[in-house]
């Protein structure tokens, strides 16, 4: 699979310039479902890091529409089974599409709450995807090299990984409800964070 082949050659490309990548907690992966991976997004390395950790596992994740412009990039996204997201106008598709591949059952998906690299605020919607498609948030954090010129310093690199979030199942769950899910995000974010590093403080670049 050319996800996969991908990440094998990428890992040993990154090993070399800057060590072996901590995984930690990955016994929290869940073996008998589809799950979303929820992370606070805070470089173009997030992605690649996340999927040291999650391998053999894959994942489609969402990427700003603009990225998908050059031919290159759209074949190499579209390969990596990335699909395109408009964050001025994210419409309804936002949900459809993500809630749509999970359904399948054969790929989990990767969802940054806080959106941009440069806010750590956790907006909507990863709550409302993992209800619609029955299946659990698995919280992960990234600390590391921030740039691809970073990877050259061999700064230590570390994904850990929370316990899965589970919605109910059976129940109908109020927006307000959701909303709870969403902050309980943010609030898992930062003790994994600080479970890694209690100094940690992440400044965009």
Do not use: C
């Amino acid at each position: 699979m050319f996800f996969k082949t991908v990440v094998i050659i990428v890992r040993f490309l990154v090993r070399i310039l800057n060590g072996k990548t901590e995984i930690q907690n990955k016994e929290y992966i869940p073996k008998d479902t589809v799950y979303i991976l929820a992370a606070p997004h805070r470089s173009l390395l997030d992605p690649i890091f996340i999927s040291f950790g999650v391998y053999p596992h894959v994942f489609s994740s969402m990427a700003k529409q603009e990225l998908f412009k050059g031919k290159f990039m759209n074949w190499l996204l579209t390969h990596m089974k990335a699909f395109p997201v408009n964050r001025e106008n994210p419409g309804p598709s936002a949900l459809k599409q993500p809630v749509s591949i999970l359904k399948e059952g054969k790929t989990n998906l990767l969802i940054f709450p806080t959106g941009s690299r440069h806010s750590a605020e956790i907006k909507g919607g990863t709550s409302s995807i993992a209800k619609l498609a029955n299946v659990p948030i698995l919280p992960v954090v990234y600390q590391g090299p921030l740039t691809f010129k970073d990877l050259l310093k061999r700064k230590k690199a570390t994904v850990r990984f929370g316990k899965p979030i589970y919605l109910p199942k059976e129940k109908r769950i109020s927006r307000d409800e959701l909303a709870a899910y969403d902050e309980l995000l943010g609030t898992t974010f930062h003790q994994l964070d600080q479970e890694i590093d209690p100094n940690f403080v992440y400044v965009a670049k």
